[in-house]
């Protein structure tokens, strides 16, 4: 069982670590690390275009971060992970889902849902985010 957690933990914290690079690159404007984040394939679902299979590739996921990156410019956010039960079957190694508040005056809250993949990169595995869903709650 402890081999079993530990394997666990040690993906939690390579998948939010993913989540927080994310949000802290979007803070820090810094596009192409940004878009290296995905891979190649990748696919953002959102609420803005209200296209139904999604944002997909690399050049279409850059311009919808590119306007990401503008809409977020001086946003406070906090992000909260929505927890998974390693125990009962709902944890998933490679999905991650952080609630985020953001605020400038207001407040706005998000669920930002990321599907993580494995690609191999000189020799070595490393997760890109395979798919992102953006919902905005309440």
Same mark, same amino acid.
Do not use: C, W
């Given at each position: 069982?402890?081999? /079993? $957690?530990?394997?666990?933990? *040690?993906?939690?914290?390579?998948?939010?670590?993913? #989540?927080?690079? $994310? &949000?802290?690159?979007?803070?820090?404007?810094?596009?192409?690390?940004?878009? $290296? +984040? &995905? *891979?190649?394939?990748?696919?953002?679902? =959102?609420?803005?275009?209200?296209?139904?299979? %999604? +944002?997909? %590739?690399? @050049? @279409?996921?850059? !311009?919808?971060?590119? #306007?990401?990156? /503008? *809409?977020?410019? %001086? +946003?406070?956010?906090?992000?909260?992970?929505?927890?998974?039960?390693? $125990?009962?079957?709902?944890?998933?190694?490679?999905?991650? @889902? !952080?609630? #985020? @508040?953001? *605020?400038? %005056?207001?407040?706005?809250?998000?669920?930002?849902? &990321?599907?993580?993949? =494995? =690609?191999?990169?000189?020799?070595?595995?490393?997760?890109?985010?395979?798919?992102?869903?953006?919902?905005?709650?309440?």
């Amino acid at each position: 069982m402890d081999g /079993m $957690y530990n394997r666990i933990h *040690a993906t939690m914290l390579v998948n939010r670590s993913i #989540v927080y690079e $994310y &949000f802290r690159l979007i803070k820090n404007n810094d596009i192409n690390r940004l878009q $290296y +984040l &995905f *891979a190649d394939d990748a696919t953002i679902f =959102e609420p803005f275009s209200k296209i139904h299979r %999604g +944002l997909q %590739g690399r @050049t @279409t996921i850059r !311009a919808f971060l590119e #306007v990401a990156l /503008m *809409a977020n410019d %001086g +946003l406070q956010h906090q992000i909260r992970f929505e927890r998974s039960d390693k $125990y009962n079957n709902s944890y998933n190694d490679n999905q991650i @889902t !952080a609630l #985020v @508040t953001f *605020a400038k %005056g207001g407040s706005l809250k998000a669920k930002f849902t &990321f599907e993580l993949s =494995e =690609e191999n990169y000189n020799s070595q595995k490393m997760k890109k985010i395979q798919s992102l869903h953006i919902q905005f709650i309440e």
